[in-house]
């Protein structure tokens, strides 16, 4: 038998081998009723699983007929295990806790019903380790949705040891999981705070005064147009031909996915073009303000860097604002270029659109006091962002090193 490289003093001697069959009473999954009658019953779905338990807004019910004849089967206990077989989301689960009783689930959440004497946060702990996600990409079938059958949620086998070291583990694994958690929530918070401040500053309800403590100028009405020159990227025809593309080369070649991998800067791309791509797109030099029209619509982000952009993109050229202050209004109207496209389409922008919008514009130094304290708050989200990924990555550290 083994044990884990990673262990607390008190405890010793090898962890034996279990299969969750063997530890369980009950594997089983829910079904989807076939109508949904509002009740007091909670119907527990995949998305209403969070870190820390269920989101009930995220839940429907079902009335108690329905839950004790149609869904017998399938009525949840305090204590159960739910576990995501079927989605994208496969692996994901959380514990049923007294509160969400009486309840129910459905067929894309397994319900493992653990026996006396094992604990069901550490079960939880090792069913969100490396161990299970190597076995959920062994034998994961695919078609229309990936999936694992129960007989194969039965067989995931590993070791464990004594309740009183299933229980110290399950405890010291709660409190990182509840770190986590926190920090998450604080990311959550500093975002919706410094959506509410946009809101404020750009529609006038806060100002901000200048050093002497008079009042700033009333700000202009004008157009993106007026304060810069709208250009759109080109792309060399055909695409995927290798000539346009050098690894060696310093200029990026634009991608959306590689805007969205980014925050306000751009850093890298994923593809480098030649001397001949280069000839055929549109520089675009090392601190320039660009935005995507094409698809994922309406995101702005500075070049870190000398880069070509494609169709997809516009360069706010020559701009007369201050730059900063451009790319946090650009991101506070970011969903408002949706209303240019139809229901059930995709939206695509083309200059004229871009040129012609609204761009509401204050004397230079009030830009600077916009773009400086929501810089400021930004500072704060990626401090807090680095926190939570380092705060994850120890975690995963953790579960490598503790379950065998």
């Not at 962890?15 to 829910?30: D, H, M, P, Y």
């Not at 516009?314 to 900063?324: R, T, W």
Request: charged content about 20%.
């Amino acid at each position: 038998m083994a044990s884990p490289k990673l262990r607390f003093k008190a405890f010793d001697g090898d962890w034996r081998s279990v299969s969750l069959l063997e530890i369980s009473t009950l594997i089983t999954k829910g079904t989807t009723p076939k109508q949904f009658i509002d009740g007091n019953i909670n119907f527990l779905k995949i998305e209403a699983i969070t870190q820390n338990g269920f989101e009930l807004s995220k839940c429907q019910t079902i009335s108690e007929e329905i839950n004790n004849k149609e869904l017998k089967r399938s009525i949840l206990m305090e204590g159960d295990i739910l576990f995501a077989i079927a989605g994208a989301t496969i692996g994901k689960n959380a514990i049923v806790q007294k509160e969400l009783l009486p309840a129910n689930t459905n067929q894309a959440l397994a319900i493992i019903r653990l026996k006396e004497n094992y604990s069901k946060v550490f079960i939880s702990k090792v069913l969100n380790s490396p161990l299970m996600e190597k076995y959920i990409d062994i034998n994961i079938s695919t078609g229309a949705q990936p999936n694992l059958n129960l007989q194969q949620i039965g067989s995931f086998s590993f070791t464990l040891p004594n309740l009183e070291e299933q229980t110290k583990i399950a405890s010291f694994l709660s409190a990182v999981d509840e770190k986590i958690s926190q920090l998450s929530q604080k990311l959550h918070l500093l975002g919706q705070y410094k959506q509410g401040m946009m809101q404020k500053l750009f529609s006038q309800q806060l100002r901000f005064k200048a050093d002497d403590g008079n009042e700033f100028r009333e700000w202009s009405n004008k157009t993106i147009g007026d304060v810069a020159n709208i250009k759109r990227g080109a792309s060399p025809r055909p695409i995927n031909d290798s000539k346009w593309f050098d690894d060696s080369s310093s200029i990026g070649w634009v991608r959306i996915s590689d805007v969205s991998k980014s925050k306000k800067y751009l850093l890298q791309t994923e593809q480098y073009l030649s001397t001949l791509g280069i000839q055929k797109s549109r520089l675009v030099p090392k601190g320039n303000l660009i935005m995507s029209i094409c698809a994922t619509i309406g995101k702005p982000i500075y070049t870190g860097f000398d880069v070509c952009i494609h169709d997809g993109f516009v360069v706010f050229s020559e701009l007369q604002a201050i730059h900063e202050y451009a790319y946090y209004y650009l991101e506070y109207i970011e969903k408002n270029w949706y209303q240019y496209g139809q229901a059930g389409t995709q939206v695509n922008l083309n200059s004229d659109i871009v040129s012609n919008e609204a761009f509401p514009f204050p004397c230079l130094e009030e830009q600077t006091k916009i773009a400086n304290f929501l810089s400021a708050i930004d500072q704060k989200i990626d401090v807090v962002s680095e926190q939570l990924e380092q705060a994850k990555l120890w975690k995963k550290g953790l579960l490598q090193q503790m379950f065998v």
